[in-house]
C-alpha cells in the first residue's frame, strides 16, 4: 500500500522510500529503526513459547499498530491480534488483518455504527470486551440497525478486574449477570473472559508479580466456577502481558497471550527484574538521533518528546557507550557523560536511543524504517506503514 | 485543502469534516478541540501587546503546526512563524506559508539538501539559527550545491546560550567568531541572535522568571556589544515564551517575540504563579473523552497517553467539576471524586481536558476541531489540518 502523494506525511515516507537498499547511514533522524534481526528473534521465540505451551496467540496491536506486522505475526501462528480502539481495528480491518479483538470497552454510538459496519461488510472476524450492561445493549443495537444478520457475528469477552483497578466487573456474579444478557442477544457470542492486570506488567520484583498474577488467577477462575454453575461454557480466557505471561502461562487458567512489546521491548520493561521462568527479549525497537549541537560539557541530539514517549522515563542511550539521556524538551535530548569523564560525540555524530516505552512511540511516527544486517553495517530492507497511527477513536 | 482519501488518516478526516455545522455533541471521542472564541481573543490579546509594545511578533508554530492557524497569526500583524524542524519549515511552506524561521540547530547534510531547495524554488523567506561553525559551512555548501545564487537569501541567527543549558554558543566573543563566519559568505544574512530561556517558561516563582530573564538579557546586550564593537550590525534579537515575554519586553534587548502557547494555554503554563505585568491567556484546546466504564469508586474515560502529552504532567479536568484526573495508561484515563464526595460521571458521559502540555498534545493528533460558540451549546465550524504533525525530521 502506497501513502497519498499530496500531503507532508506522504512526502516524507516517500523519501524514506527512496533509501530502500542503501545503508543504515542514510536514515534521517530522529527516525524509528527496527532491528528486524532481532525483531525477528523475538518473534520467533514468543510463537514457539506458546506452541509448546499450548496456548493460544493473540499479540497486541495497539503497540506497533501495523498491519504488515500483524501479518508476520499470524504468519508465525498467531491467531490474530488485540487492540484497544475501534478505529485501531477499522484501520487494521482495512490493511487487510482478519481477526481482531477490541480488548477494551466501546460506548459511543458511532464507533459502534463503524464497527457494526464493519462486521456486517468486511470479511475480518470482530471481538470486543464489555463490562456493563449499556456496554452490550448498545452493541446488540448497533449490529441491528446496521442489519447484520445471523447469529454469533461477534466474539464478546466480558472483562474481570483481577486488580488492575481500571476496566472490568468484579469477579464473579456481575460476570455471571452480563453473560446473560450477551445470552439474550443471537447476534452476540459469549467468547469468555477478559482478564488482564495491567499494573502487574511493571512491577520490577518478580515476587510481586508472582503474587499479582496469583490473585488474577484466582479472581479469572472463580468467575468462570460461578458462570459454569450457571450454565455457561466458558470458551477462552484472555490476557498477561509481556512482563508476567509466564505467570499466567503456568497458572493454567488463561487460554490466549496478549503479549504485545515482547516484539521491540523497551526500556521500561528492561528494568524488570527477570523472573527465572522468562524467556529474554531483545532490543529491537531504536530512535536514531544525531548530535546538532556541542558545549563543553555536554552534548545535544535531535531527539526529544516528539520522537520518543517519557510516559514511562526517559529513552537509554544504547550507543555509543558512556552517555547518560536527560531530558531536552520537545525536540532536544541532552546527553551526557556517564560515568563521567567518558568521551562525548562530536557535532553531526549519529546517537542510538532504545524509547522508555514503545508503545506511545510508535504512535509518534509514521513508519518504521526496517534494518537488516544491525545498526552498524546494516541496510535498510523495507519501511512499515503505522497503519493506526493517530487511530484514538 | 483536502487529505486524501486512502489512507485510514484520511477516513478520520473526512468523518469529522462531514459534522461541520453540527453542535459539540457530535465530536467523536478523544478529539483536540479548539474553543475557536477563546482562541482569537488569545490571538488578539497576543497582537495587541506586540503592537502596543513596538515589537515584532513571531509566534512559534511548533506548537500548533498548522499552517492555517500561522495564516490566522500573519493577518493580525505576525511577521511569521518560527519553527525547530526543517520538515515542519517544509510543511508550512508547501501550504502556504510565507516567512518561517527555524529557531534551531540543523547539522545533517539531507536536511540542509531540502532547505536549501526550498529556498530556491518556493516564495517563502527562511532563516535559521547556528551555533557552530561546522553548522554554517554546511548551510552555505548545501546552498551552493543546489545552485542558490544572489545575496542575502537567507536569516542566519546566532543562537547563544543565555541559561538554559541546551544549544547555543556561550554569549560574548564566540558569537562574534559566528558572525564572521557567516560574513565570508553572501548568500548568508547575518540576521542577529537567537537568545530563548526555555527553562524560565515553567519557574513558577515569578521572582525566578524575573531573574532568569534579567541575567538572560544581560548576556545577549553583551554579545550585542561585542558583535557592535567587532563591526557588526545586529539588526535583530529574537527570543522569549508564553512564560516570560513581558520580562523580554521590559528588558528592551528583544526586538522580536516567539510566543506559542499563549494560544491554547495549556494546565502546565496555568500552574505558573502569573506577575503583575503578564496579560492573561485562556485555554483555548481540550481533550474531549467520554465515560467508558464505572466502578464504584471511579469511572474511566477513553483518553490516555495516546491523547494527551504527559512530560508536563497529566491533564487537568475542565469539566464536569469534582473531578481528578490519575494516569490510566495509553488509552485510558482514570477519573476519582474530588473533593470525595463529589459525584462521579456516567457511562457514556462527556468530560473535559486540558492537556498539560500543549505542544506534544497536538503533535498527537491529525486535526483540530474548532468550536464556535463554546464547549456546551457551539457548534463544529471548521476541521484544522496539523500539517506538521510528526514532522520530526
Known amino acids: 500500500m502506497n501513502a497519498p502523494s499530496d500531503t507532508p506525511q506522504a512526502v516524507r515516507w516517500q523519501r524514506a522510500q527512496a533509501l530502500v537498499g542503501q545503508g543504515v547511514a542514510a536514515i534521517d533522524t530522529p527516525s524509528l529503526v527496527i532491528d528486524l534481526d532481532a525483531m525477528e528473534r523475538n518473534l520467533n521465540h514468543m510463537a514457539a513459547y506458546a506452541r509448546t505451551h499450548g496456548l493460544r496467540l493473540r499479540p497486541h496491536a495497539k503497540m506497533h499498530k501495523s498491519a504488515e506486522i500483524a ?9 490474530g491480534v488485540c487492540v484497544q480502539k475501534t478505529d485501531e481495528a477499522l484501520a487494521l480491518a482495512a490493511a487487510g488483518v482478519n481477526d481482531i479483538y477490541i480488548s477494551n470497552e466501546v460506548i459511543a454510538f458511532p464507533k459502534l455504527q463503524r464497527l457494526a459496519e464493519a462486521v456486517r461488510d468486511l470479511p475480518t472476524r470482530f471481538g470486543i470486551a464489555v463490562d456493563s450492561a449499556a456496554g452490550v445493549l448498545r452493541l446488540a443495537s448497533a449490529l441491528v440497525d446496521a442489519q447484520v444478520s445471523g447469529e454469533a457475528r461477534i466474539d464478546v469477552f466480558v472483562e474481570i478486574d483481577v486488580g488492575q483497578g481500571r476496566c472490568g466487573v468484579p469477579p464473579g456474579e456481575p460476570a455471571v449477570d452480563l453473560a446473560r444478557l450477551i445470552a439474550e442477544h443471537p447476534v452476540l457470542r459469549f467468547a469468555g473472559l477478559q482478564a488482564y492486570h495491567g ?41 498477561a502481558g509481556t512482563g508476567t505471561f509466564a505467570l499466567e502461562t503456568a497458572s493454567h487458567v488463561w487460554g490466549e497471550l496478549q503479549v504485545g512489546s515482547y516484539l521491540f521491548m523497551d526500556a521500561d520493561y528492561a528494568r524488570n527484574e527477570s523472573a527465572p521462568q522468562a524467556p529474554v527479549f531483545e ?7 544525531q548530535v546538532i549541537s556541542r558545549a563543553a560539557h555536554h552534548a545535544v541530539c535531535d531527539a526529544g518528546h516528539k520522537s520518543h514517549a517519557v510516559d514511562s522515563g526517559l529513552p537509554a542511550v544504547w550507543s555509543p557507550p558512556g552517555l547518560s539521556f536527560a531530558n531536552g524538551g520537545d525536540e532536544h535530548g541532552l546527553l551526557h557523560a556517564s560515568p563521567a569523564g567518558s568521551p562525548l560525540p562530536s557535532l553531526g555524530d549519529t546517537v542510538w536511543l532504545v524509547p522508555g516505552h514503545c508503545d506511545p512511540t510508535v504512535n509518534l511516527h509514521d513508519y518504521l524504517v526496517g534494518v537488516r544486517g544491525g545498526l552498524v553495517t546494516g541496510e535498510i530492507e523495507r519501511l512499515i506503514r503505522i497503519d493506526a497511527r493517530g487511530a484514538v477513536g
Open 199 to 239: 499494573g502487574a506488567q511493571h512491577r520490577r520484583d518478580p515476587g510481586e508479580r508472582a503474587q499479582a498474577i496469583a490473585e488474577a488467577a484466582w479472581a479469572a477462575a472463580l468467575t468462570r466456577e460461578r458462570l459454569q454453575a450457571a450454565g455457561f461454557e466458558v470458551p477462552l480466557i484472555t490476557g
Open 71 to 79: 501479518r508476520m505475526q499470524m504468519a508465525r501462528g498467531a491467531v
Open 283 to 289: 532490543h529491537a525497537l531504536f530512535v536514531k538521533a
